[in-house]
Structures are given as structure tokens and as C-alpha cells.
């Protein structure tokens, strides 16, 4: 069947009532989006009636980097179903960048309600050099779309675009647009703008007023202190509160303090009051404002003013200024409220993240709570904080057999990291606990305390009948890593089970145990190829001598890469000790060996093989010659040669 | 096991090499309490030359950092080589020191 054949077909199937076969079909079709018709039929299948096939054609066209998609897509920027519009416009933002050709000649031709979200996209790029596209429609007679293009410039906050938005500014009767274009200003603008935006602080307009202080407190330029304090008594409230904010913008950034003529307690009253507005925009200034100037102390007092579902904003704007002192006002927030199971893990966790140790009070109020969530988040919080008392090892007793798998998870690793051995037998329970990721905690807990009991204790399950079992004893006597497992390990050595023969090999190895050695040399006469290799790269780097005739025995082995890592490793034993052998393998047929030999030449090894190398230089293999010839210019360079 | 001490923008950075395990002890202790002692609070550990690490090794770790928690400082480590990083992918002691792949990252991150 042509592609072709298929792609009709697909087309017809697209049609299918039933959305699990369309489901299929859209899934086939992605398999071809290389094809225009293809696209066009994606296109089309976001009208699907399904909305999983919708976001799974949305997902597929996400991710399909040709123009079409691009071009298809611009007509649904104004689609009737809001769903599909806004799938079209996620999609756009999404892959639209590589494509802003088609966007801006699409942005001039398409009617003011495509126009529109075609510049909310653009917006969404962050691109200083787009502009240039945004700045055309600065003077459009929709002011829906000056509205979106002022925003653009304002994110992008470039200077280059300040002197258009002055002159809207000026331009403009439409009071929102320059209220808009204002605020732009100020992000976009510099100190030379000043005098401009200085008129709209004796307006009549206290909307205008606002701006313009929010402005100009944006720019930082301290000559316009005094106009401020001119104004101030007589202003408004939230004017009041603004010019405070600005004042602290403009003294941080001239690294003054122009409050001081203020009464303090003023100032944070006036803050406070901020955070009655509605605007969470003036919330969160004024909460910055307060950080930045005051004690704090007083944001404990904002906590009041902070909502549930305001939380996460105020801790994730104030967390990266200074997030001990924040701590204290989740904690009192914790404290003082009733929260939902997720902020009170999110809160939890927070504190946790910036090593706050004083929870004690916080273990207490929630301990009792059944909520999955706060018991994961109180026992992560006793685990990495390491709060370790009567109380709390009461609660991981509790949790380490708590019905969830995530709360006996997190126990095990609380119990691992603070080293409670007296939960050693808890811990060997919950090997075989039906979620992996509670083994596995488990098993890393018991890793980390690493004594003579838990040692033992792994011991014992190497009799266990369960291979698995066995198998996860003997990894984690080797994560252990302690002299004491080195006999447990040399006779595992000898194991029937191929696995626990190379996982003690292995662990053997990065303990460095040479005196293991002779016990290792059994296992190059291995039955499995990998574990003669391990055991191989092994003796090499314990440079134990007596183990080189046998590895020169396995130059003849059946297997090709266990003939080439003995020939690569060999010479870790020692030049003085293999040079002859070296010679011979260069001197061979076996290519690989030669070419594994010649890997493991290093800069201070060459001379004793020249004469050889000279003879490979035009070897037929083309790896061998490259490499020779490699070396060779590196032993001019030496003068060797 | 081997440690030398550097200084960058307050970060007192502890370059390690060799084999972290019961023997670096006393070394690496002393180094830590010595600095801690002259005040210093923010530690970085570089793991680029720690080829390996045993159970006793990582309980000096974690001994360390609840020590430096206690002084209110704090400690991150970077530049674990694979197997080191895998002994503490088993203990999951990624979830409990903050981990970076670079000296700047880390210096950045702790700094902030």
C-alpha cells in the first residue's frame, strides 16, 4: 500500500463515530507528519468531539515543526468552540517562534479578532526583537489590540520602544491605553522620562496619578523624591500606599533610604492597609515593599491579609529574599490556621527547603492529621531536619507501618538518614513490602547505617530461598562497602547465581579488596562472558601479577570482546611485566586484540613498541592505521622517532 | 582520602580525592570545625576525585551537615562522579544535600 493509500483511508477512518477508532487513527496520522495533507487533517481533528482526541492532536501538532501547521492553524484563532481556539493558540505559542515569518504576514493580512491573539502570541515569545512587528500596531484603531501591544513592549521592557509609547501617551484620549502605556513606560523607560511622567502626578485623574507613581518609582531616578513628598499628605490612601511603594523601589535601587522623614510605624501602617486592596498586584508590591524596608516582624501581621489560595503566590515572591526569616511566617501561618492537606504539605516542605528547624509545634498540630499528604510532608520534615525526639520517633513507628506506600516510603528514608537502629527490624520488614519504592527506601536506610547487625542481618537472607532476596542482599552488602563484607562477598564469588558472582566481583572492585584477588582469578574461567570480562578489568587494576597468564589465556577465548579487554588491559599490569605479550598481540592476526592493545598505549608506554608500530602504520584495517598513525605523530612530537 | 581548602566569595569549597569511608573521618571533621570555628557557614564540597564511598562515609556526611545546620550554615555538594552519586541515589541522600554538577552552580545556589 502507497502512503497515499494509507492517508485515505486514515481520512476516511477520522470519520468513524466512534472515538476510540479515531483515537487510532489520529495516532497512525502522526506518523506522517511530514506530509501537508496530513497536517491539514490533524488541523481538522482538533473539531474532534472528543476532547482526549483533541489534546492528543493538539500534543502531535505541538510538536510537528512545519510551517503548515503554523498556516492551518491561524483561521482557528477565531474558531466559535473557545476550547479548540485556545488549544490553537496553546499550540501556536508553543512552535510559533520557528515560524514568525508566517505569524507577521498573517498579523497584517487577518482580520482585528486574529490580530489580536496573533499578538498575544507573539507577546508570549519574549522576543526584544519582535518589537518591531508590535510597534506598527501602536496606533490601531482597535484599542483591544493597542492594549495587547503595549503589554507585549512592557514585558519586553526595552528601551528602544519608550519614545512610541511617550508619544501614545501624549496621542491617546482613551484613559485605560495611557494608563497602560504609562505603566509600559516605566518598565521600558529611563530617567530621562522623568519629567514627563512628572505632569501626571498633579493630574486630576488619580488613576493617572497612580500609574505615573507606579512609573516613576519603576524608573528609579531619585530626583523625583520631593515631588512625591510634595504630594503625600493630600493624596488618597492607595495613592499614599503606592508612593511608599515607589519611595522604597527608588531608594533601593540609589541605595538610600528616603522614608526617613517618615514616621516608621506609618509607613507599615500605610503597608498594611495595602494589602486590604483587591488588586493582588498592589498586594504583592506592598508585601515587597515591607520585606525590602521593615522588620520582618511585621509580615507575620500580613499573614492576616494572606488567603489560602493567595499562599503560594506570597511565599514563591518572597522566598528568594531571605528564606530563614520567611520560615518564621510560614510556620505562624501553619499554626494559625486551618489549611487544606496540599498547601500544608507545600508549606511543610517549603520549610524543610530552607533547613528550618524550629517545627516542633508544627509536628504537634498536625501529627494527628489521617491526610497522607501532611503525614508524608511530617515525616519528610522529622527525616531531613533530623528532628529527633521521643515524640517523632513515636510517629515513625507509626508511619513505617502507615497503609499508604508513600508514608512507609518516606519513614524508611527518615529513619535511614537520622540512623535509628532501633527500627533495623521495621526496616527488614518492609523488604517485602509490595511497593518497590518502600523496598527500596528500605533497602537504602539499612545501606546507610551499614553495622555489624543489619550486616548480619543481610548475611542471614543470602540462605534466603528467594534468589531475588538474595540478590538485593548481596547489592547492598556491596553499597556498604566496609571491610567487614569482604569475606561474605569472596564467597559469593563462588555463588551458583550469576548475578550475585558479578555484583560481589564488582563490589570487590571499588573496595579496592586486592587481597581478594586470588579468589577473583577463579571467576576469569567464568562460564558467563561478562563476568570473565569484570573480573579481568578487575585484576588488572589490582596489578596482580600472578593473574597474567591467565589473562593472557583469554586471548584465545571463544568469545571476541573477552579476547579484546584482555588485550586493552593487559598493560595495566605493568609494562615491564607484559611487553612481551603486548608484542606478540600486535604481531597477530586478531585485530581486535591489536586495536584493543594499541587503546591502552599511553604516552609513556610507546617506546618499547615502535618498531612494531612501524610496521602497522599501513595495516589494511583502517582503525589500526588511524590509531598507529595517532601515536606515531605523538612520538615525533616527543622526539622519540 | 585528601582535603584541600578553598575560598570563593564566602563558599569555603572542599576539594576531596580519594575514598570517602570510616578512614577520612577525623580529616575531614577537622577540617569542617576548623572552618566553622573562623566562621565560616556556607560549604561546598567537590567530589570530582571521590571514587568511592561506604556506608560509615556517608553517615560522616550527614554528621557534617546536621553540624553545619547547627551553626545555621549550609552545605552542598557537586561534580559526583557516577558511582558516588549512585550510593546516594540508593540512600537517597539527593533528597537531603543539595547536589549540583558544577563548582559555579553550586556557589551560585548557595550564595543566593
Known amino acids: 500500500m502507497e502512503n497515499a493509500d494509507i492517508i485515505s483511508y486514515l481520512e476516511e477512518e477520522l470519520k468513524s463515530p466512534e472515538p476510540k477508532v479515531r483515537e487510532q487513527t489520529i495516532e497512525e496520522l502522526s506518523n506522517f507528519t511530514d506530509n501537508p495533507e496530513v497536517i491539514k487533517l490533524l488541523v481538522k481533528a482538533l473539531e474532534d468531539e472528543n476532547r482526549f482526541n483533541q489534546d492528543l492532536v493538539a500534543s502531535i501538532l505541538a510538536q510537528t515543526y512545519m510551517p503548515e501547521v503554523v ?12 476550547f479548540v481556539r485556545n488549544l490553537a493558540i496553546s499550540i501556536l505559542k508553543q512552535i510559533g517562534d520557528n515560524f514568525i515569518d508566517i505569524l507577521v504576514e498573517a498579523l497584517e493580512k487577518e482580520n482585528n479578532h486574529i490580530k489580536l491573539f496573533i499578538i498575544e502570541i507573539i507577546n508570549s515569545f519574549k522576543n526584544p526583537e519582535y518589537a518591531q512587528y508590535l510597534l506598527k500596531y501602536l496606533d ?97 490612601d492607595i495613592i499614599k500606599e503606592m508612593i511608599i511603594i515607589s519611595l522604597i523601589r527608588i531608594g533601593k535601587k540609589n541605595n538610600a533610604d ?95 527547603d530552607c533547613n528550618y528547624l524550629y517545627i516542633n509545634e508544627i509536628i504537634d498540630k498536625y501529627s494527628d492529621s489521617d491526610e497522607p499528604l501532611i503525614k508524608e510532608s511530617i515525616c519528610f520534615a522529622i527525616g531531613k531536619l533530623g528532628i529527633i525526639n521521643q515524640k517523632t520517633k513515636g510517629l515513625l513507628s507509626k508511619f513505617i507501618k502507615d497503609e499508604v506506600g508513600n508514608v512507609r516510603k518516606i519513614a524508611a528514608n527518615a529513619i535511614g538518614w537520622n540512623y535509628l537502629e532501633e527500627f533495623v527490624d521495621e526496616l527488614f520488614a518492609l523488604l517485602d513490602d509490595p511497593f518497590i519504592d518502600v523496598r527500596e527506601a528500605a533497602i537504602g536506610a539499612l545501606v546507610f547505617m551499614g553495622n555489624k547487625k543489619v550486616i548480619d542481618r543481610f548475611i542471614e537472607l543470602l540462605n534466603s530461598e528467594d534468589d531475588n532476596l538474595k540478590v538485593e542482599a548481596i547489592k547492598a552488602l556491596g553499597w556498604i562497602g566496609v571491610r567487614d563484607v569482604i569475606p561474605v562477598l569472596e564467597e559469593s564469588l563462588s555463588s551458583p547465581n550469576r548475578e550475585i558472582r558479578k555484583l560481589s566481583v564488582e563490589a570487590l572492585a571499588r573496595m579496592d579488596s586486592k587481597e581478594s584477588a586470588e579468589k577473583i582469578l577463579q571467576l576469569l574461567y567464568d562460564e558467563d562472558d561478562q563476568i570473565k570480562q569484570i573480573a579481568t578489568v578487575t585484576l588488572a587494576n589490582f596489578k596482580y601479577i600472578p593473574a597474567i597468564p591467565h589473562v593472557i589465556s583469554l586471548l584465545s577465548d571463544s568469545n571476541m570482546w573477552v579476547r579484546y579487554i584482555a588485550a586493552r588491559n593487559l598493560i595495566l599490569f605493568g609494562v615491564e611485566n607484559v611487553e612481551e605479550y603486548v608484542k606478540q598481540i600486535l604481531a597477530s592476526d586478531d585485530e581486535l586484540a591489536i586495536l584493543g592493545v594499541l587503546q591502552s598505549l599511553e604516552d609513556e608506554n610507546y617506546e618499547p613498541f615502535i618498531n612494531i608500530l612501524l610496521i602497522l602504520k599501513d595495516h589494511q584495517n583502517s582503525d589500526i592505521s588511524l590509531t598507529v598513525n595517532n601515536i606515531l605523530e605523538k612520538c615525533k612530537e616527543k622526539g622519540l622517532i | 582520602m585528601n582535603v584541600n581548602v578553598r575560598e570563593k566569595d564566602g563558599v569555603f569549597i572542599l576539594d576531596l580525592s580519594g575514598r570517602l569511608d570510616i578512614n577520612a573521618s577525623d580529616k575531614i571533621n577537622k577540617t569542617v570545625d576548623d572552618i566553622l570555628e573562623k566562621g565560616g557557614k556556607i560549604f561546598l564540597m567537590n567530589f570530582s576525585e571521590v571514587d568511592f564511598v561506604s556506608s560509615p562515609g556517608l553517615v560522616i556526611l550527614v554528621s557534617i551537615l546536621k553540624k553545619i545546620r547547627k551553626e545555621q550554615g549550609r552545605i552542598a555538594l557537586f561534580n559526583l562522579q557516577s558511582y558516588v552519586r549512585e550510593v546516594f541515589e540508593v540512600t537517597q541522600l539527593t533528597k537531603v544535600f543539595e547536589i549540583f554538577e558544577s563548582e559555579e552552580e553550586g556557589i551560585k545556589s548557595l550564595k543566593e
Open chain 1, 258 to 352: 528616603y522614608l526617613k522623614q517618615f514616621d516608621k510605624e506609618n509607613v507599615k501602617h500605610i503597608l498594611l492597609n495595602a494589602m486590604d486592596e483587591d488588586d493582588i498586584q498592589i498586594k504583592l508590591y506592598a508585601i515587597e515593599a515591607l520585606v525590602d524596608y521593615m522588620d520582618f516582624e511585621v509580615l507575620d501581621k500580613t499573614l492576616q491579609y494572606i488567603s489560602e489560595n493567595e499562599i503560594k503566590d506570597f511565599v514563591n515572591n518572597l522566598f528568594i529574599k531571605d528564606r530563614r526569616k520567611i520560615a518564621s511566617v510560614i510556620k505562624n501561618y501553619l499554626l494559625d490556621r486551618t489549611l487544606s492537606s496540599d498547601i500544608v504539605y507545600f508549606l511543610i516542605n517549603l520549610l524543610v
Open chain 1, 71 to 82: 498556516e492551518y492553524l491561524i483561521p482557528y484563532l477565531e474558531y466559535r468552540d473557545f
Open chain 1, 140 to 236: 490601531n484603531d482597535d484599542p483591544n489590540i493597542v492594549f495587547a501591544v503595549i503589554e507585549g513592549l512592557a514585558n519586553l521592557g526595552i528601551n528602544e520602544v519608550a519614545p512610541e509609547l511617550k508619544k501614545l501617551i501624549e496621542k491617546t484620549d482613551e484613559e485605560a491605553l495611557k494608563i497602560a502605556a504609562i505603566n509600559a513606560l516605566g518598565k521600558c523607560g529611563d530617567c530621562s522620562y522623568v519629567d514627563f511622567l512628572k505632569q501626571f502626578l498633579y493630574s486630576d485623574n488619580p488613576f493617572l496619578m497612580f500609574s505615573a507613581i507606579d512609573a516613576l518609582g519603576f524608573l528609579g531616578c531619585d530626583r523625583i523624591v520631593d515631588d512625591f513628598y510634595k504630594i503625600f499628605e493630600d493624596a488618597y
